[in-house]
T-cell receptor
């Protein structure tokens, strides 16, 4: 079982819809969780971090963490074509482990 | 602020050649990291430096060496390049090792080994 798993996609949503990206992790003692966005041919960019169970909102982005079920998700409201990118989930438990990423395409 | 800079942006090497990838940050961060990114494999940590004067192996250190030259600079050396080292290499930094989930990445070096 991979330490951090994401559906590779592509996930395609229409402009204005909610995009839901999911990530599961295997190590129960993981402490911190991060979402990075990576545009094609560019470097990853941190967009959200979450440390405790529940929701954390930042603009159109909401990160959700459920440690009991060992999953973390990212919701993007009012999706825009500029949100089209690969979204990387990263989990920290001493070391930082990245998932392989989910490709999101937002079509007009 | 330039953030994290990397040189070169692109490089083609022949098998057996050596090269050094350079990384510098101007954010006064203490911790720096080298990753490689391959299709289907995600980002994998090669080496990291928690603070100036220290370096540690990551997940895939074989075939690489690093030098933390000072607080700003962290270089990655390939002594004898192999085709398996064809990849995109990213340098990253974070304020402290405790915060190393919150990393800032450089633009990357695209390396091809023939």
């Amino acid at each position: 079982q991979k330490e951090v798993e994401q559906n590779s996609g592509p996930l395609s949503v229409p402009e204005g819809a909610i995009a839901s990206l999911n990530c599961t992790y295997s190590d129960r003692v993981s402490q911190s969780f991060f979402w990075y966005r990576q545009y094609s041919g560019k470097s990853p960019e941190l967009i959200m971090s979450i440390y405790s169970n529940g929701d954390k909102e930042d603009g159109r982005f909401t990160a959700q963490l459920n440690k009991a079920s060992q999953y973390v998700s990212l919701l993007i409201r009012d999706s825009q074509p500029s949100d089209s990118a690969t979204y990387l989930c990263a989990v920290k438990n001493g070391k930082l482990t990245f998932g392989q990423g989910t490709i999101l395409t937002v079509h007009p | 602020n330039a953030g994290v800079t990397q040189t070169p942006k692109f490089q083609v090497l022949k098998t057996g050649q050596s090269m050094t990838l350079q990384c510098a940050q101007d954010m006064n961060h203490n911790s720096m990291y080298w990753y490689r990114q391959d299709p289907g494999m995600g980002l994998r940590l090669i080496y990291y430096s928690a603070s100036e004067g220290t370096t540690d192996k990551g997940e895939v250190p074989n075939g690489y060496n690093v030098s933390r030259l000072n607080k700003r600079e962290f270089s990655l050396r390939l002594e004898s390049a192999a085709p398996s080292q064809t990849s995109v290499y990213f340098c990253a930094s974070s304020l402290l090792e405790e915060w190393y989930g919150e990393q800032y990445f450089g633009p990357g070096t695209r390396l091809t080994v023939t």
